[in-house]
C-alpha cells in the first residue's frame, strides 16, 4: 500500500464567521493575507518532508471557500516539483468539469511532468458541486464537460505529429501542440474519484486508478463496481492498484492524543456541512439514480450531506457529529498508536477487498503545525513500513 500524505490547506479562524455557508459568497475580507502567508508556507512546509519521510503527496484545489486555499493545485504542484526528490506528486485533482481550459491543464501538468523527470500522478476531477456557480456552467453538462475536457487533454498530451483542431461541443481550439510534452509516455498514470456507484463503470473501461473515501462500506460498493465491470469486459480481475481510499488519519504516542488530533482533522467534516443548500446539489449536477438512492435512505440529497454507515450497513453514522469510535469502525478516521493505526489499516484493507493506495487527510481543522509533524513522524517510522506489505495479504471473501 502507496502512501499519500494529504492537507486541504484550511483556514480554520474562518469557519465561525457563517454557520450556515462557508462558500461561494463568504465576504474575503474575512481573510488576513498575513495569517494566510504563515498557514500557506507551513502547508508547504509539511508537504515537503514527506520527501523525507517516505511519502509521496496529493494536492487538491477548492475555490471561494475558507475550507481549502489551494486555489489551483499547479501552483504548489510547481513548488514541489523542484524542492521535492523522491515523492510522487499526485493531483486529484483537477476539476476539469469546471474549468474554462483544459488546454492549460494539459501543459501546466506536462511542465511538472518533465520538470519532477516523471514523478506526476494526474488526478482529473469533475469539480465540487459549490464551485457550478462560480464557474457559471450549467449542473447537468458537467460530467460532458470533464470528459471532453478529459479526451483533450489525453489527446493534447499523445499527439507528437503537428497541431489538430478540435471543435467538441463545450470546447473549440484551434491549431493543439502543447509544448512541452510529458515525460511519462504515453501521459502520466491518469486517477479520479467516486463517492457513489454512478459512473464508475467508465472509468473502469479505461483502466483508471479510481479513489473512494470516508467510508468502508460505500468505498467496497464502488471497488465491486469496477471490478465487476473488468469481468462484464472479460479482463482479469484489477489488482489492488487500481484503488485508492481517503480517510481522517491521526497517530500519536497515546490513543487519547491520537483522538484529540482527530477531532481536530474532523473540523474538515463540520466546515464541509456549513454549506446552504443552494450550493451542496445543483439541480442536475448528481445523477438521477443517485439522487433516487439518497430519498431512499430518507436522507437530504445534498452531496455534502450524504449519508454514511458502520460496516454493518445498519447503524447511521454521521462524520459530523458521531463520536470517533464510530467513525473508526466506518471507516471515516483511522486513529490511534501506531499499533492501533496499523491493526485499523489491516482491517480495512481486508474488509475492502485490497486497496494500493491510501490517501491519510493527516492536517486539517485547528490541528498544530507539531501535532501534525509529529502525527506524521510516528506513521512513517512505525506504521508506513509494515502497510507496504499489504500487496501479499491474502484476501478472504467478505459481504458488502
Known sequence: MKVWYFSENPYPAAWTADPKNLRVTLPNRIFDPEEGAKLLNRYLDEWQLCDELGMNIMINEHHSTPTCLSASVMMPL????????????????????????????AEEL????????????????????????????????????????????????????????????????RQVNIWPRPYQQPHPPVWTTAFGV???????????????????????????????RYKELGRPAPDAD???????????????????????????????????????????????????AA??????????????????????????????????RSGAVFAGTPDEVYEQLRDFYQYIGGCGHLLPMMQGGWLSHEDTVDSMTLFAKDVLPRIAEFGSMQIEPQAA
Request: aromatic residues 10%; proline residues 6%.
Open 78 to 105: 510547481a513548488m514541489l516539483a523542484r524542492t521535492t526528490k523522491r515523492a510522487r506528486l499526485l493531483t486529484l485533482g483537477v476539476p476539469i468539469g469546471v474549468r474554462a481550459d483544459p488546454l492549460l491543464a
Open 110 to 173: 506536462s511542465y511538472v511532468d518533465v520538470v519532477t523527470r516523471g514523478r506526476l500522478e494526474m488526478g482529473l476531477v469533475k469539480g465540487y458541486p459549490t464551485e457550478v456557480a462560480p464557474a457559471n456552467i450549467s449542473p447537468p453538462t458537467i460530467t460532458s464537460r470533464f470528459w471532453e475536457a478529459h479526451d483533450l487533454i489525453i489527446k493534447a498530451m499523445t499527439t507528437q505529429d503537428g497541431a489538430f483542431n478540435w471543435e467538441g461541443e463545450h470546447f473549440q481550439f
Open 198 to 228: 454512478a459512473g464508475v463503470n467508465p472509468v473502469a473501461d479505461r483502466g483508471y486508478r479510481l479513489c473512494a473515501g470516508f467510508n468502508a462500506l460505500s468505498g467496497k460498493g464502488i471497488f465491486d463496481t469496477y471490478r465487476r
Open 242 to 292: 487500481r484503488f485508492g481510499y481517503l480517510a481522517v488519519l491521526a497517530v500519536g504516542h497515546t490513543r487519547e492524543q491520537a483522538f484529540e488530533r482527530a477531532a481536530k482533522i474532523r473540523g474538515y467534516f463540520e466546515s464541509s456541512a456549513q454549506t446552504s443548500e443552494a450550493y451542496t446539489n445543483p439541480a442536475g449536477y448528481a445523477p438521477v439514480e443517485a439522487n433516487v
Open 295 to 328: 430519498a431512499l435512505r430518507g436522507q437530504k440529497t445534498g452531496v455534502v450531506r450524504a449519508p454514511y454507515y458502520q460496516r454493518d450497513g445498519v447503524t447511521p453514522v454521521n462524520n459530523v457529529s458521531s463520536p470517533t469510535e464510530e467513525l473508526i
